[in-house]
């Protein structure tokens, strides 16, 4: 495969973008992160993103850390706390965006539900953010 380089088990391309969720399991804007970023990395950009683990990368997971330290990163935060920004950087990550999901709530006047169902206005903001997410990485790796 041209332009690709092995890490771990399986070759990525150059041109990728790590998109790192918030792994918050008990919290409504934590939901809405994960579900962000498997509508960008499932169906927006699949060619051109690789999902990282958080839980993996913090237990030194070698190919997610090294995902991070490769490629471009996105990380998306649950709450004012950042774990995913404040865990990616730990890691060697090179971070080219953030999303912050209490600012994006605000700003777009979407309330999730809770952690289980984050009803119909937590998956309008998560496709709105999905959306912004996917812009971004049109701009780092181009069309």
Same mark, same amino acid.
């Given at each position: 495969? @041209?332009?690709? @380089?092995?890490?771990? =088990? @399986?070759?990525?391309?150059?041109?990728?973008?790590?998109?790192?969720?918030?792994?918050?399991?008990?919290?409504?804007?934590?939901?809405?992160?994960?579900?962000?970023?498997?509508?960008?990395?499932? $169906?927006?950009?699949?060619?051109?993103?690789?999902?990282?683990?958080?839980?993996?990368?913090?237990?030194?997971?070698?190919?997610?850390?090294?995902?991070? $330290?490769?490629?471009?990163?996105?990380?998306?935060?649950?709450? !004012?706390?950042?774990? !995913?920004?404040?865990?990616?950087?730990?890691?060697?990550?090179?971070?080219?965006?953030?999303?912050?999901?209490?600012?994006?709530? @605000?700003?777009?006047?979407?309330?999730?539900? =809770?952690?289980?169902?984050?009803?119909?206005?937590?998956? $309008?903001?998560?496709?709105?953010?999905?959306?912004?997410?996917?812009?971004?990485?049109?701009?780092?790796?181009?069309?």
């Amino acid at each position: 495969m @041209q332009n690709s @380089q092995e890490i771990g =088990s @399986q070759p990525f391309a150059k041109d990728k973008v790590a998109v790192i969720p918030c792994a918050g399991m008990d919290k409504a804007l934590g939901s809405v992160a994960r579900a962000c970023a498997f509508k960008v990395v499932e $169906k927006l950009r699949p060619g051109k993103t690789v999902l990282v683990c958080i839980p993996s990368l913090v237990a030194g997971v070698k190919p997610y850390s090294e995902i991070v $330290k490769t490629y471009p990163s996105i990380p998306i935060d649950g709450c !004012a706390e950042r774990c !995913a920004t404040k865990i990616a950087v730990k890691n060697g990550a090179r971070i080219k965006a953030r999303i912050l999901i209490p600012e994006s709530v @605000q700003k777009h006047n979407l309330k999730p539900g =809770s952690a289980s169902d984050i009803g119909p206005d937590g998956e $309008k903001l998560a496709e709105k953010l999905a959306e912004e997410i996917a812009a971004e990485i049109d701009r780092l790796v181009g069309k």
